[in-house]
């Protein structure tokens, strides 16, 4: 089975700043990560994932995030937040299954809040 | 960009009743998912569903759920006999065109189901 853990359930931040949302998971087999971002009464929306290749990932509105297997991480990364990246934001596990969809398992999230 | 999409966005029921909720996942897309989001709590995976019959599902997902893909486009969740509990947002997905595994799930904007 596979586990997640969100370290952060909220992080403040001045826009134009630099954020970092921290992902942990746990997996006895090979896994595909995601990051997705849910806004105010909309759904999951994609960010970016990672399945193989490149452990730096890049992704949509200028997230990144960087696959480190030793420490079991998929950190999320912006250099530079928008107000309008304020959001929950959940990252997920399945197994690394090739020619099968697993179910994602998902953090608990994190709420990024964006101040002026 | 074609999207899945969930109705109704908000059904209130009373307690003992059966609801439907209903999907219509993206066209060409084979694997289908429900998850449930309580409030405040990690979204969670009920069932997944391919080639017309469920492929794996939770321990959530007991004898009072069910899931049908009554044509080629809908795609059903039936909860009998709701329960306080059962309250949450509920989220369809769909992954993996035809000829492309293991791409991600693409979510609707959820049902949020209230149980009075």
């Known amino acids: 089975a596979q586990s997640v853990t969100q370290l952060d359930s909220q992080v403040p931040v001045f826009e134009e700043a630099p954020v970092e949302l921290r992902c942990n998971y746990s997996?006895?087999?090979?896994?595909?990560l995601f990051w997705y971002v849910q806004y105010p009464n909309q759904g999951l929306q994609l960010l970016l994932k990672?399945?193989?290749?490149?452990?730096l990932v890049k992704g949509i509105n200028g997230f990144e995030a960087e696959f480190n297997k030793s420490q079991t991480s998929f950190h999320l990364r912006k250099p530079s937040v928008h107000i309008s990246d304020t959001a929950e934001y959940f990252c997920?596990?399945?197994?690394?299954?090739?020619?099968?969809?697993?179910?994602?398992?998902f953090g608990t999230g994190t709420r990024l809040q964006v101040t002026l | 960009e074609p999207e899945v999409t969930q109705t109704p966005s908000h059904q209130v029921t009373q307690m003992g009743q059966e609801v439907i909720l209903r999907c219509v996942p993206i066209?060409?897309?084979?694997?289908f998912y429900w998850y449930r989001q309580i409030l405040g709590q990690k979204v969670e995976f009920l069932v997944s569903?391919?080639?017309?019959?469920?492929?794996?599902k939770s321990e959530i997902f007991d004898d009072q759920f069910s899931v049908e893909r009554p044509d080629g486009s809908n795609f059903t969740l039936k909860i009998r006999s709701t329960k306080l509990e059962d309250s949450a947002m509920y989220f369809c997905?769909?992954?993996?065109?035809?000829?492309?595994?293991?791409?991600?799930?693409?979510f609707g904007d959820g049902t949020r189901l209230s149980i009075l």
């Open positions: 066209s060409n897309h084979l694997y």
């Open positions: 997920a596990v399945s197994k690394g299954d090739t020619g099968t969809a697993s179910k994602l398992t």
């Open positions: 997905a769909s992954s993996t065109p035809q000829g492309m595994s293991n791409q991600p799930q693409h």
């Open positions: 569903f391919y080639n017309n019959e469920i492929s794996e």
């Open positions: 990672y399945l193989s290749g490149s452990t």
């Open positions: 997996s006895s087999v090979s896994v595909y």
